[in-house]
């Protein structure tokens, strides 16, 4: 069974730096694209960035390009290094992959969903 678990969430104040990791299990393949989205209360789920499996370049939406670094391992371990963080940046964080090895932001693409790990900036 396909499953995805984020960690590393937290309270951090502005400028400062989280790192937030997701371990794959299951059917989750190298071919798979995986990525991170993240939805503040009241907003819609928004990406954030991903990557392909291999030794393909991440992609990044415009407002953490620069700020947030995107890594994969062999294992498919996901790690969102976050810099220069904002309070706007403040939400709930998740993990997902799907079987395309494409880039893709759209929330429906993607098939596999961790629980959530929450992040807050403070002003």
């Known amino acids: 069974q396909e499953q995805l678990v984020e960690s590393g969430g937290g309270l951090v104040q502005a400028g400062g730096s989280l790192r937030l990791s997701c371990a794959a299990s299951g059917r989750i393949f190298n071919s798979y694209y995986m990525g991170w989205f993240r939805q503040a209360p009241g907003k819609e789920r928004e990406f954030v960035g991903g990557i392909k499996g291999g030794y393909g370049y991440a992609d990044y939406s415009g407002s953490v390009q620069g700020r947030f670094t995107i890594f994969r391992d062999a294992k498919n371990t996901l790690d969102l290094q976050m810099d220069s963080l904002k309070p706007e940046d403040t939400a709930v964080y998740y993990c997902?992959?799907?079987?395309?090895?494409?880039?893709?932001?759209?929330?429906?693409?993607?098939?596999?969903w961790g629980q959530g790990t929450q992040v807050t900036v403070s002003s």
């Open positions: 997902a992959a799907r079987s395309g090895d494409g880039y893709d932001t759209s929330v429906s693409s993607y098939s596999y």
